[in-house]
Structure formats: structure tokens, C-alpha cells
């Protein structure tokens, strides 16, 4: 089992920025590919970003490209989603998740492949 503690949400106003946080213990994630994923009341759970376990390569999604930055610490154990310029379509659960297996980018959005995920952390934007 790999822990991942996902922290960092609350409510922001629109134009506002936010942190969030993945901690993970007892290991770290230089072998994982660390993924974002979101989940809105009544849609279904998608892809935000995501990095490589020495975080070297990332991939956004469309909608957050230019704002949204994921970034991982130098111990590997944390990886952070740094979310400016939000807007009241960012809201959702956002999940955080590993994938042991090294993976080309271009599948890292596939939600299947991902082994682990943590419990997730409310972001709302207001207008």
C-alpha cells in the first residue's frame, strides 16, 4: 500500500489562488507517476495533471494549462498542485493518485492505471 494524504482545499473566491498537497510516508515517490484528478457534483471524475517521479516531466490538462502548476519536493515525498487564477468551474473533489509503473505521459491521463489513490480535498471557488 502506498499512503497518500491529499490536503490543501477549501473555499477561494474567483481569481484567487489555492495550494494542495499529496504526502505520501514510509516510501517516497521517485518510482511513481503522481497524478491530480477532480470530480464535480454530477460529472465525472477527470484528469488535471500529473508528474514524473523525478519530476522532470509534467502534462496539464487543456483547462488548466497556464494556470495550474504541479511540483514535487526535493525529499519526493510531497508532490503540490498549485492552482491560481481559479474560476467557480474548478470546483470539485481532487483526488491524488500513484501509478507504479513507468509510463509514457501520454497515458497519464487514464484513470485505470493508477494503483493508489488518497481520500481527496474540496476546492471551491465562488463568483
Known amino acids: 500500500q502506498v499512503p497518500l494524504v491529499a490536503s490543501g482545499g477549501g473555499l477561494v473566491q474567483a481569481g484567487g489562488s489555492q495550494r494542495l498537497a499529496c504526502a505520501t510516508s514510509?516510501?517516497?515517490?521517485?518510482?511513481?507517476?503522481v497524478g491530480w484528478f477532480r470530480q464535480a457534483p454530477g460529472k465525472d471524475r477527470e484528469f488535471v495533471a500529473a508528474?514524473?517521479?523525478?519530476?522532470?516531466?509534467?502534462r496539464y490538462t487543456d483547462s488548466v494549462k497556464g494556470r495550474f502548476t504541479i511540483s514535487m519536493d526535493n525529499a519526493k515525498v510531497t508532490v503540490y498542485l498549485q492552482m491560481n487564477s481559479l474560476k467557480p468551474e474548478d470546483t470539485a473533489i481532487y483526488l491524488c493518485?500513484?501509478?507504479?509503473?513507468?509510463?509514457?505521459?501520454?497515458?497519464?491521463?487514464?484513470?485505470?492505471?493508477?494503483?493508489?489513490w488518497g481520500q481527496g480535498t474540496q476546492v471551491t471557488v465562488s463568483s
Open positions: 493518485a500513484a501509478d507504479y509503473i513507468q509510463r509514457d505521459a501520454s497515458v497519464w491521463d487514464r484513470q485505470r492505471l493508477y494503483d493508489y
Open positions: 508528474i514524473s517521479g523525478n519530476g522532470g516531466t509534467t
Open positions: 514510509g516510501r517516497t515517490f521517485s518510482r511513481f507517476t
